[in-house]
């Protein structure tokens, strides 16, 4: 109760922004659910059980609502994946759903605001092609109830044209979370760099990224204190944190004929 109630009116003020601004399409309950329980492991057995049985607790809260909820609610399976992509989630899924957080489910997809999420990452989670994660969860999207739930391809790495390739394979929405306007910030992130923090940055030998922080984490200490000033006053923009690089802003459409 802790933890749940705070979390309940959290997910409300974001379904109050989807009810006033026309541009917020869905409110995602988590991002990418990761596998608890450990270093006990029938828990750890239960991790799908569970998150869907706390997926069917905030559901329920959300019917509570006054005035009614009118925002789609997307939601994503252990770690973004699915049954079938890997044999972890295939040993996880062994534990049902109880019959009613199933039957949750089923009103919420009924109306049309429940939307499966989906992320595509090869990794020991998902080991299939995107082509046969695209089947499998168009498959898990038509177990929700009598309609399927429309699939949302939230996060995968997208090469060459997968973007389109995504919605030629039957997906109902698509998005490339890696993109950035490099000619902006200069970088592949997220995140821009004074001219004063990336000209310290450069004089350090040895050190090939034009900003304070490298992908290991690793620190260029005469870019550091600029950077820090930036911090310190308010002007920052970030920085290449928590993986907020190795974006791209073109390569991901399919060429025009």
């Not at 979390?7 to 659910?33: G, K, Q, S």
């Not at 997809?109 to 990452?121: D, F, K, M, N």
């Not at 204190?225 to 390569?251: C, D, F, H």
Request: hydrophobic content about 45%; proline content about 6%.
């Amino acid at each position: 109760r802790v933890v749940f109630e705070p979390f309940i009116t959290f997910l409300l003020f974001l379904c109050d922004v989807y009810r006033r601004h026309w541009n917020v399409v869905a409110v995602e309950v988590l991002n990418e659910p990761p596998i608890g329980g450990l270093p006990d492991l029938w828990a750890t057995l239960r991790t799908r059980a569970d998150m869907f049985e706390f997926y069917g607790a905030v559901l329920e809260a959300l019917d509570a609502a006054k005035p009614a909820i009118q925002a789609p609610i997307a939601i994503e399976d252990v770690g973004g994946t699915l049954p079938g992509a890997g044999a972890l989630l295939s040993l996880l899924s062994l534990w049902p759903i109880s019959r009613s957080t199933r039957q949750r489910l089923a009103e919420w997809a009924e109306r049309g605001q429940l939307i499966l999420s989906v992320h595509h990452y090869k990794s020991f989670v998902t080991q299939v092609s995107l082509t046969k994660m695209v089947a499998i969860s168009l498959e898990v999207a038509a177990s929700f109830g009598p309609s399927p739930v429309p699939v949302w391809f939230s996060e995968f790495r997208c090469e060459n044209n997968d973007l389109q390739t995504t919605i030629d394979l039957g997906v109902d929405a698509a998005t490339f979370w890696q993109w950035v306007d490099v000619k902006y910030t200069g970088n592949k992130g997220w995140h821009k760099y004074p001219e004063q923090v990336i000209q310290a940055s450069l004089q350090q030998e040895g050190w090939s990224e034009s900003g304070p922080i490298d992908a290991f984490g690793n620190i260029s200490w005469p870019a550091w204190e600029p950077y820090l000033a930036t911090v310190e006053n308010g002007t920052s923009w970030g920085a290449w944190i928590g993986g907020a690089s190795r974006g791209k802003s073109e390569g991901y459409l399919r060429r025009e004929i």
